[in-house]
T-cell receptor, first 113, second 114 residues
Framework: QQQVKQSPQSLIVQKGGISIINCAYENTAFDYFPWYQQFPGKGPALLIAIRPDVSEKKEGRFTISFNKSAKQFSLHIMDSQPGDSATYFC????????????FGAGTQVVVTP | DTGVSQNPRHKITKRGQNVTFRCDPISEHNRLYWYRQTLGQGPEFLTYFQNEAQLEKSRLLSDRFSAERPKGSFSTLEIQRTEQGDSAMYLCAASLPGSGNTIYFGEGSWLTVV
């Protein structure tokens, strides 16, 4: 059973546009929600992460929005650039399971010039 | 650079052969993780070590898989009697003491079983 569901599977956005990726989780014990960025042939790289005690976290052009009651969180990429073209994964874990993540299936983002 | 090195980066092997992957984190990394990623999917947790102790193994880690971390430094993941379903990228990740849930992945080792 997939504990973290991610959508959309892929998206195309024009340069300068906003990319939005959504994730939903089942386990209410999850309390750490990172997003990873992965380029072809490379390992995932941590982008930004949030804990459920805040509803939003922003780092540069990347923002996580978190809705605890709905058990949903999303990644917004503002002013999307061609260099942002990659696969993005959401993940979730529990505090007592450090490093043991449940990952979403990934979203392939293509930013067109 | 995440400080986590993996080799070989690519391995093609015939079904039934054994393969071994190695992960070298920097010395400060106390926790080390192995994940598996198949095409079009997110990584799946396999096992993790705290220093040299293997603390948890996923049900995905069948009897043909064995991981070790002697002396709490580098780690190896061995797959015996490989099957075509083992074809995937095997990712090693590590974390620093006190870093909580923050883990850093290596670039992965691609396995193709033919």
């Amino acid at each position: 059973q997939q504990q973290v569901k991610q959508s959309p599977q892929s998206l195309i956005v024009q340069k300068g546009g906003i990319s939005i990726i959504n994730c939903a989780y089942e386990n209410t014990a999850f309390d750490y929600f990172p997003w990873y960025q992965q380029f072809p042939g490379k390992g995932p790289a941590l982008l930004i992460a949030i804990r459920p005690d805040v509803s939003e976290k922003k780092e540069g052009r990347f923002t996580i929005s978190f809705n605890k009651s709905a058990k949903q969180f999303s990644l917004h990429i503002m002013d999307s650039q061609p260099g942002d073209s990659a696969t993005y994964f959401c993940a979730a874990s529990k505090s007592d399971s450090w490093g043991k993540f449940q990952f979403g299936a990934g979203t392939q983002v293509v930013v067109t010039p | 650079d995440t400080g986590v090195s993996q080799n070989p980066r690519h391995k093609i092997t015939k079904r039934g052969q054994n393969v071994t992957f190695r992960c070298d984190p920097i010395s400060e990394h106390n926790r080390l993780y192995w994940y598996r990623q198949t095409l079009g999917q997110g990584p799946e947790f396999l096992t993790y070590f705290q220093n040299e102790a293997q603390l948890e193994k996923s049900r995905l880690l069948s009897d043909r898989f064995s991981a070790e971390r002697p002396k709490g430094s580098f780690s190896t993941l061995e797959i015996q009697r490989t099957e075509q379903g083992d074809s995937a990228m095997y990712l090693c990740a590590a974390s620093l003491p006190g870093s909580g849930n923050t883990i850093y992945f290596g670039e992965g080792s691609w396995l193709t079983v033919v």
